[in-house]
């Protein structure tokens, strides 16, 4: 009998490939959707990679209702919490997100707890790790450090993430089991499934469509998508994952060599790519009227550094370089037309 691992938000860019993962290596996967509109399209985008259809099905379900959940969780091995809302715009209201977020995490393991599953990996983030403090630009966040909820200028997606992270790791310590396990990704390219972008994808997308001749002086941390998913299920694998949060990151970059390592790989998009780094004065002035601007003014010109030691020693994961993940995500968007 095969054994099955229900994974939330399957829509999704990271769950699309975590989804292609566990179905490569074996599992069945019920999926989780909040309308069933695109179940078709779904279930032929696994079919076209060679997937059987019969181990792939689909449940309605919505991470702010317990309606269905206790159903879903019958019979599953482990639960790869992935959904959360990831908009492109910050909401105005600060604590928007924390319900989906950190209430979906926790019914999320409320429901694995009440149906005996033993494993739960839950997908956070690094803003869960290096938002809202200030540092030096050659510090090292690692696993032990965590973002300060209480910073006045901790942006609404930063704080839902750590919000529910810290709130699930409390509540297995209160309640016990499931064993949990979390996984923080940087920023997320990489190859595209379908036409599923996120907000990653569609920042980059951006790029090339020219949205943006200058970009601020901002810094990423970088993963491939394939690395993400194959992290996702080497930890919910390995009893070493058991109680760890992982950092997924190759490495942190400015947005500016973002762009010019976009420019050097596709020269003939070069005209629309980013060509300069605003000053930072330039970016406090437009922020007074524009509300996202606004938002991304405490990280300019904040550089740190990120450490995926951990994924790399006990998840093997050799992390796929930022140049590769990038130019796999532009040559996605070349090839599917939608840059
Ligand atoms: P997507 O926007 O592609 O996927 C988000 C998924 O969450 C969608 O399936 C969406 O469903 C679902 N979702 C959002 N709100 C709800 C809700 N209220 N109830 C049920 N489902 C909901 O983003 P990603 O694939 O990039 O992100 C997946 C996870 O990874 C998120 O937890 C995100 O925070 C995290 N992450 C992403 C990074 C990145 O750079 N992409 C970096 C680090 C972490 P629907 O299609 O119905 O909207």
């Given at each position: 009998m095969t054994k099955t691992v229900l994974v939330t938000g399957v829509t999704g860019f990271i769950a699309g490939h975590v989804v292609h993962e566990l179905l490569s290596r074996g599992y069945t996967v019920r999926g989780t959707v909040r309308s069933m509109a695109k179940a078709e399209k779904l279930k032929a985008l696994y079919a076209s990679l060679g997937h059987n259809p019969s181990n792939f099905e689909l449940v309605a379900l919505d991470l702010e209702s317990d309606e269905g959940w206790a159903a879903a969780m019958a019979d599953c091995i482990a639960v790869q919490h992935i959904a959360s809302p990831f908009p492109m715009e910050e909401p105005d209201d600060k604590m928007a997100l924390v319900p989906a977020a950190k209430g979906g995490?926790?019914?999320?393991?409320?429901?694995?707890?009440?149906?005996?599953?033993?494993?739960?990996?839950?997908t956070s983030s690094t803003v869960s790790i290096t938002n809202g403090v200030k540092n030096t630009p050659d510090y090292v966040f690692t696993e032990a450090d965590w973002s300060n909820t209480d910073a006045d200028d901790i942006r609404a997606y930063a704080l839902s993430k750590t919000l529910a992270e810290k709130a699930a790791w409390d509540d297995v310590e209160k309640h016990g089991g499931p064993i949990l396990t979390v996984m923080n990704p940087?920023?997320?390219?990489?190859?595209?499934?379908?036409?599923?972008?996120?907000?990653?994808?569609?920042?980059?997308?951006?790029?090339?469509?020219?949205?943006?001749?200058a970009v601020p002086e901002l810094c990423f941390g970088i993963v491939d998508v394939r690395d993400v998913a194959k992290a996702h299920v080497n930890a919910m694998e390995r009893d070493v994952a058991n109680g760890k949060r992982y950092l997924l990151s190759a490495g942190?970059?400015?947005?500016?060599?973002?762009?010019?390592?976009?420019?050097?790989?596709?020269?003939?998009?070069?005209?629309?790519?980013?060509?300069?780094?605003?000053?930072?004065?330039?970016?406090?002035?437009?922020?007074?009227?524009?509300?996202?601007?606004?938002?991304?003014?405490?990280?300019?010109?904040?550089?740190?550094?990120?450490?995926?030691?951990?994924?790399?020693?006990?998840?093997?994961?050799?992390?796929?370089?930022?140049?590769?993940?990038?130019?796999?995500?532009?040559?996605?968007?070349?090839?599917?037309?939608?840059?």
């Open positions: 995490a926790l019914r999320v393991l409320n429901h694995a707890r009440n149906a005996g599953v033993p494993k739960v990996v839950l940087s920023f997320v390219v990489g190859p595209l499934l379908d036409d599923t972008i996120s907000t990653s994808g569609t920042l980059i997308k951006q790029f090339f469509d020219g949205k943006f001749p942190t970059m400015k947005m500016i060599d973002i762009a010019e390592t976009l420019r050097q790989a596709f020269p003939e998009r070069g005209k629309k790519l980013p060509k300069f780094q605003s000053p930072a004065w330039l970016v406090r002035i437009l922020s007074v009227f524009n509300k996202s601007v606004k938002g991304i003014l405490p990280e300019v010109g904040r550089m740190y550094q990120v450490d995926g030691t951990r994924a790399r020693e006990e998840l093997d994961i050799d992390f796929i370089t930022r140049k590769d993940a990038l130019i796999a995500l532009g040559n996605s968007l070349i090839e599917r037309k939608m840059v």
